[in-house]
């Protein structure tokens, strides 16, 4: 079975256990609540893909989780460049 048909048959699943009334109201799922304020990495990271991750990253699909940090996934090749970029940046 393929990745792809793994994730239908596992979205179907849940589908099919969802009870009416269960879960988060759309309402309370669109509500953004954070304090925090993410910084703009473009800039420090311009040119090197990369992707957020974490609790921040599932701020998109499920209510938000208090989280005070910032996961970043970059890949192995710029682990170098972005350490050395990383390392000139003073963060407050």
Same mark, same amino acid.
């Given at each position: 079975?393929?990745? #792809?048909?793994?994730?239908?048959?596992?979205? @179907?699943?849940? +589908?099919?256990?969802?009870?009416?009334?269960?879960? $988060?109201? =759309? !309402?309370?799922?669109?509500?953004?609540?954070?304090?925090?304020?993410?910084?703009?990495?473009?800039?420090?990271?311009?040119? #090197?893909?990369?992707?957020?991750?974490?609790? @921040?990253?599932? +701020?998109?699909?499920?209510?938000?989780?208090?989280? $005070?940090? =910032? !996961?970043?996934?970059v890949s192995s090749r710029s682990g170098a460049v972005v350490?050395?970029?990383?390392?000139?940046?003073?963060?407050?």
């Amino acid at each position: 079975m393929t990745a #792809v048909e793994r994730r239908r048959v596992m979205i @179907a699943m849940a +589908r099919r256990r969802q009870r009416p009334g269960s879960g $988060s109201s =759309l !309402d309370f799922l669109r509500t953004r609540t954070t304090t925090m304020r993410f910084p703009d990495l473009s800039r420090m990271l311009g040119g #090197v893909p990369w992707a957020v991750i974490g609790a @921040a990253a599932t +701020r998109l699909y499920m209510p938000e989780r208090k989280t $005070s940090d =910032l !996961d970043v996934l970059v890949s192995s090749r710029s682990g170098a460049v972005v350490r050395e970029r990383n390392a000139r940046v003073t963060w407050c």
